[in-house]
Every structure is written in structure tokens, then in C-alpha cells.
């Protein structure tokens, strides 16, 4: 059974940096195409980023300025969302998402917090 754990969320000062990781089990890691979600306060979830097997990278259409960068380490069958230049608009609840072959799935969520 495939499992997502995410990690390192948290509160940051605005201005700040938060790296997200998110580890996926029960499969191979390498097959799977990875992205990061968020739900901010008032708002649906959405796509952040997005990187397939092959290591394409896209991101949301919310995000200016490329803040975010996401990264894959299928070594350790984990997916990374490095966070820069937070702003408190930011604050929300951050998803890992996996996706194969019409299957998809979810981790429980890491919550992020960007205040003063």
C-alpha cells in the first residue's frame, strides 16, 4: 500500500524559508509523478508544483516570482518543496500528491504558518 509522509512545515517569519519533504512508500518511487498541493485559508486546494519520472518540473499558475522550487530525490523515494521568500499569504496546509497509471494519493498533510 503507498503511503505519503510529509515533513518540515512550521512557522516562519515572513521573508523566511521552509523546505517540505515528503517521503512515498509501498512502491517504487521513481515511477511515480509527484506534485505538491496547498489549501490556503478561504481557498480551494490547488497545484503548486508538479515534477514527472523524468524530472519536468511545472508550477501553479498562483505562484510569481518562482519562490518555490520542488525537487526529487528517488534515492530516498522523496519528493521537495523548498519554500523561499514566505509571505503570509503562504499560510496554509501543504499535500503531497502521487500519481500513477490512474492512481492517485494523498499524504496527510503539513501545515505551514507564516506570521510575525
Known amino acids: 500500500q503507498v503511503q505519503l509522509v510529509e515533513s518540515g512545515g512550521g512557522l516562519v517569519q515572513p521573508g523566511g524559508s521552509l523546505r517540505l519533504s515528503c517521503v512515498l512508500s509501498?512502491?517504487?518511487?521513481?515511477?511515480?509523478?509527484m506534485a505538491w498541493y496547498r489549501q490556503t485559508l478561504g481557498k480551494r486546494r490547488e497545484a503548486v508544483a508538479s515534477?514527472?519520472?523524468?524530472?519536468?518540473?511545472?508550477y501553479g499558475p498562483t505562484l510569481t516570482g518562482r519562490r518555490f522550487t520542488i525537487s526529487r530525490d528517488n534515492n530516498k523515494s522523496t519528493v521537495f518543496l523548498q519554500m523561499d521568500s514566505l509571505k503570509p499569504e503562504d499560510t496554509g496546509d501543504y499535500f503531497c500528491?502521487?500519481?500513477?497509471?490512474?492512481?492517485?494519493?494523498w499524504g496527510q498533510g503539513t501545515q505551514v504558518t507564516v506570521s510575525s
Open positions: 500528491n502521487a500519481y500513477k497509471k490512474g492512481n492517485e494519493y
Open positions: 509501498g512502491d517504487a518511487f521513481s515511477t511515480y509523478y
Open positions: 515534477i514527472t519520472t523524468g524530472g519536468t518540473i511545472d
